[in-house]
């Protein structure tokens, strides 16, 4: 049977029943207010944006801060960030994080401070309880994919399969098999790795457990959420420990519980790999996002051997190596007719080439980067932004030496995406275009990989920032469509439309 434990002498109290309003009410991270007095995310995501870019491309920053719809207008200056800090985007990820801290506040008893000062004052940790599973550990990479398991040579040809249909770069290949051929590398019981969002569908929590590692898990205090976790931990073989004295009172929400979060994180002991896999909707993202931001900060000035892990959205603006450029521009080019008659029909709005013409973006030591885009308007600037300020912190800590894993993860067929009807519909049709969309359970076990890759291979930085973003990424064929990716949304829609509404009966 699974053991539980508790560790006594802490005030769990504080996240029990009515003390828990009281604590939202007491620090939590907000956005500042305008002229008008409202505490606005567009405004805030308007001016990061422009601060960001001001570094290299005040011209574009101009052009961010002009934006009066900000909500319709963010496509084009995201894509801005990517183009402007090709040559060096390490500044313009160390001025958007600047602006991210130096803007967004905490709420403390009615009075706005700045962020990274939430963590000042005798903030109390709650309990701890412990779940030690009871199955026996997976001594081999094993990652399900649709009626099979692929192991060995399976999962070998099925990477390399991906990669042929460019649903996965070479990089990622190489480095899930040499975690294949390195199976002792699968037990992270030597590390503690904190999943922020420990039931979050894509994060590593249920691999690490099945391998027999430790997972410290952080999500919001819902006893039906824990009910999940607990249960995955039971099934697993390892150890995961968790905020509170058992289910009914288990979980911190980050968002008004930075400084016990913080506390309570100090109190574990081992080298603590800080994973950010936490989701929330609309408005509420960016906000979460910089409070997760400002807790890794401060575990890093605190135990400065503490790690960093990230997973990038497959939904956004990459810059991409030359041979992903090549491979699109030749799909373009072998379009059908069908899509050149919806081309023309559409007045050009259908089916975009997704690399026209990149020549502009040439710089001396480049490989001739191009701009994949894969940015969805039905995601929203929060979304963006939320996404952004994680990938702004990879880069920035990698190149002041703090090991970080960053990958690309694949389109998912996760619960958030699919109950977006239009997404979901999307998902079902991309195929058509040659995009694979994952079911979760095989992205899970992909990226758990890729993360012990890169912590038992951490990779210095590179001269330039957008390399190690395009390193092992599992895009699902997105940036090497021969469409700009939103442009072939609605046809992929139309198609999927059927099987979309099949599969939510």
């Known amino acids: 049977m699974p053991t539980i434990s508790c560790r006594a002498g802490l005030h769990r109290k504080a996240y029990h029943g009515t003390v828990l309003v009281i604590l939202s009410r007491v620090n939590e ?14 405004d805030f995501g308007r001016a990061v944006v422009a601060d960001a870019l001001r570094v290299t491309d005040p011209t574009a920053a101009e052009a961010a801060e002009r934006e009066r719809d900000w909500r319709k207008g963010y496509l084009a200056h995201f894509r801005s960030l990517v183009q402007a800090g090709l040559g060096n985007g390490y500044d313009t990820a160390a001025a958007g994080l600047e602006s991210v801290h130096r803007r967004m506040l905490v709420s403390r008893d009615g009075t706005d401070i700045a962020l990274d000062d939430v963590f000042t004052g005798n903030a109390q940790p709650p309990a701890s309880f412990t779940i030690t599973g009871n199955g026996k550990a997976e001594r081999e990479l094993l990652i399900p994919y649709g009626k099979e398991v692929l192991q060995g040579d399976s999962l070998y040809r099925q990477l390399d399969a991906w990669v042929s249909r460019g649903i996965i770069e070479q990089s990622c290949a190489e480095m899930v098999r040499e975690v294949a051929d390195h199976p002792d590398w699968l037990d992270l019981s030597d590390q503690r790795l904190v999943v922020l969002g420990a039931g979050a569908e894509l994060g590593p929590l249920p691999a690490v457990l099945a391998w027999g590692g430790t997972v410290v898990g952080i999500d919001l205090p819902r006893p039906q959420l824990w009910e999940r976790v607990v249960e995955t931990a ?48 609309g408005a509420v993202y960016p906000r979460l996002s910089a409070a997760v931001d400002a807790l890794g900060v401060h575990l890093v000035r605190e135990r400065p051997e503490t790690a960093l892990a990230f997973l990038a959205t ?25 899509a050149r008659v919806a081309q023309r029909v559409s007045g050009g709005r259908l089916l975009e080439q997704h690399f026209p013409d990149h020549t502009d973006l040439r710089f001396a030591d480049s490989a001739d980067p191009g701009i994949a885009d894969s940015l969805v308007p039905q995601q929203g600037p929060n979304y963006a932004l939320a996404k952004r300020i994680q990938r702004w912190r990879a880069s920035v800590a990698r190149r002041a030496g703090t090991p970080v894993s960053f990958s690309v993860a694949p389109p998912t067929a996760t619960r958030s995406v699919t109950n977006n009807r239009l997404l979901a519909a999307a998902y079902a049709g991309a195929h058509l275009f040659g995009i694979e969309v994952f079911a979760p359970a095989t992205s899970n076990r992909l990226m758990a990989a890729l993360l012990v890759h890169q912590l ?39 198609r999927g439309l059927p099987a979309a509404f099949a599969s939510s009966r």
């Open 29 to 42: 991270v907000v956005f500042p207010r305008g002229a008008d007095g409202r505490r606005s995310s567009s």
């Open 234 to 281: 039971r099934r697993g073989a390892g150890t995961l420990i968790a905020p509170g004295t058992s289910v009914s009172d288990a979980g911190i929400d980050l968002l008004t519980g930075l400084p016990e979060a913080a506390q309570w994180l100090l109190g574990i002991e081992g080298r603590l790999i800080l994973g950010d896999y936490v989701y929330a909707p």
């Open 314 to 338: 497959p939904t956004d603006t990459f810059a991409v190596p030359e041979n992903v450029v090549e491979q699109a521009t030749q799909r373009y080019r072998d379009r059908s007719v069908q």
């Open 456 to 494: 038992r291979r951490p990779r210095s930085a590179s001269p330039q920032a957008w390399r190690d973003e395009a390193s092992g990424a599992a895009h699902g064929g997105l940036w090497r469509v021969g469409y700009l990716p939103r442009t072939a949304l609605g046809l992929a829609a139309v």
